[in-house]
């Protein structure tokens, strides 16, 4: 069944601006990983954080994570057209099992 | 070198034939999965295989079935394709079930 929720369902921003996507989930995680997907590509892993983490950067890319809220933002700073595509958040429980949200389609506009 | 491959690419077919979706990783992972994506982009798990235990989504009709003839392969067929099943299939492998995934191109199958 589906656990994350990404929000919003489509963001379009400029070049040069910042772009954040929520994920809401439901039950609780061991980890929630981020994916990109170019149109007509396969899934790009982006950043894996720990239920017991806050926060990570990975380049661009800041990822928080709060457990009590059930609920992480992916932001990408300083976008490029080149960010654009679809990003989904997926949980793992403990079962090992990754179940991804609906994605969240970036534009950025040059 | 691309680490996790699928052959065919496109695959058309028509209605009720059997047909096979190859995959191979060279990460040297031991646990390998099949995603199907609708054509409202929700990915959905079918299977999660390692050399130990075979894991099916409950959901998934038995006309699907994995084989793997070792580690580095996981190849997905499909008796008496439906209509319903055009869809993009990815593979993907993993160093463990918790970790990121690494995917596949994906197989975009077209069932007439």
């Known amino acids: 069944s589906q656990q994350g929720e990404e929000d919003p369902q489509a963001l379009s921003i400029q070049e040069g601006e910042n772009a954040t996507m929520n994920c809401s989930y439901k039950t609780s995680i061991n980890n929630l990983q981020w994916y990109r997907q170019n149109s007509g590509r396969g899934l790009v892993h982006l950043i894996l954080?720990?239920?017991?983490?806050r926060e990570k950067h990975s380049g661009r890319l800041r990822v928080t994570l709060d457990t009590s809220k059930k609920s992480s933002s992916l932001l990408i700073t300083a976008s490029r057209a080149a960010d654009t595509a679809s990003y989904f958040c997926a949980t793992v429980g403990s079962q090992g099992n990754l179940i991804f949200g609906k994605g969240t389609k970036l534009s950025v506009k040059p | 070198d691309t680490a996790v491959s699928q052959t065919p690419k496109y695959l058309v077919t028509q209605m009720g034939n059997d047909k096979s979706i190859k995959c191979e990783q060279n990460l040297g992972h031991d646990t390998m999965y099949w995603y199907k994506q609708d054509s409202k982009k929700f990915l959905k798990i079918m299977f999660s295989?390692?050399?130990?235990?075979?894991?099916i989504n409950e959901t998934v009709p038995n006309r699907f079935s994995p084989k793997s003839p070792d580690k580095a392969h996981l190849n997905l067929h499909i008796n008496s394709l439906e209509l319903g099943d055009s869809a993009v299939y990815f593979c993907a492998s993993s160093q463990e079930r918790g970790a990121g995934r690494f995917f596949g191109p994906g197989t975009r199958l077209t069932v007439l």
């Open positions: 295989y390692n050399n130990k235990e075979l894991i």
């Open positions: 954080i720990r239920s017991n983490e």
